[in-house]
């Protein structure tokens, strides 16, 4: 009987987790994230803690937890989806946590803090800054050159929405990002040291030329701006804004004391884009020339890029 006993008691002691005496468990919405030791963040030969531990320790509890916040829009319909709060780790307060931990006996537990994000741009400020249009640009291409009809909607598509605040300046580089395949950008025309040849992206500063003359026509204050290495058709001559992700930038700032939404619309060979602002900006507008409705001539012979204008 005594033998049974003895056997049954392994057996539930067997069927029990093992308690670890010294250990942290940090848990986030009931799942374990990670489960440490005070020994893990002794400093050796020093009662201090290992700073750069708990460092790392955050960096990764804060990968797993963050959620970036996300700016109101206007949908294809023309409305606003509202904006939804993000979230970060609040170090303070996991430090604060860790600390009374650390420095404390035993094994203990806690919930992640979280810190709310909040977006740049709610469905409010949205709903105010679309009502006055303060400049406007169109340009023509050929619809017929599927690669690069592609590219500039592509581009439109990423700069469509965007709200620039007061004495915030705007990069056309940083807002599309970088042209390459694998987020969809297909090779077309470019222009490579006053010659045409072809690369991926080609097509890209038909979109950043007419997004120069839209911002200039609004009285915006521009920062850097080039001009092609040869003449491009569908603006006017000095008039085009040639970008690329090693090379050149168009740039501009907001010098109004109200923010500017940016919004971009690619209708079979043509790319527009508009300006929006609030009904109480002072708006300084500059007189542009219009571009040619007529398309322009396309070049058949091409040969391989190195350093591109992105035509």
């Known amino acids: 009987m005594r033998l049974l006993m003895l056997a049954g008691m392994l057996i539930l002691a067997q069927q029990q987790p093992v308690v670890l005496s010294d250990h942290l468990i940090i848990k986030h919405h009931e799942t374990t994230l990670s489960t440490v030791n005070r020994d893990d963040f002794t400093t050796l030969f020093s009662p201090l803690i290992d700073q750069e531990k708990v460092n790392q320790l955050m960096n990764r509890l804060n990968q797993e937890v963050s959620q970036p916040p996300i700016n109101a829009k206007i949908n294809d319909h023309g409305t606003i989806d509202s904006e939804q709060t993000g979230f970060k780790l609040y170090r303070s307060k996991f430090k604060d946590r860790f600390y009374r931990y650390y420095y404390g006996h035993g094994s203990a ?53 965007h709200v620039v605040f007061p004495n915030e300046t705007f990069s056309f580089n940083q807002t599309v990002g970088m042209r390459t395949k694998k987020k969809g950008y297909l090779p077309a025309r ?66 109004y004391n109200q923010p500017i939404l940016i919004r971009a619309h690619k209708h079979g060979g043509s790319i527009s884009f508009a300006i929006y602002s609030s009904d109480v900006i002072n708006v300084l507008p500059r007189k542009i020339p219009n571009a040619s409705s007529q398309l322009p001539k396309e070049t058949k012979h091409t040969r391989k890029a190195q350093h591109l204008d992105m035509h």
Request: glycine residues 10%; charged residues 20%; contains cysteine.
């Open 109 to 161: 537990q806690i919930e992640v803090p979280l810190l709310t994000v909040y977006p740049k741009v709610d469905g409010e400020l949205l709903a105010h800054i679309r009502t006055e249009q303060i400049g406007h640009y169109t340009t023509f291409f050929n619809s017929g050159n599927k690669s690069r009809a592609h590219n500039i909607e592509l581009a439109a598509q990423a700069l469509d929405g």
């Open 190 to 255: 470019v222009i490579v040291r006053g010659e045409y040849s072809e690369g991926v992206g080609g097509g890209i500063c038909q979109v950043s030329s007419t997004l120069f003359n839209a911002v200039d026509r609004a009285g915006l204050k521009i920062i850097e701006r080039y001009a092609h290495s040869r003449r491009v058709a569908y603006v006017p001559l000095g008039r085009d804004a040639t970008v690329s992700w090693y090379g050149p930038d168009f740039r501009f700032r907001n010098n």
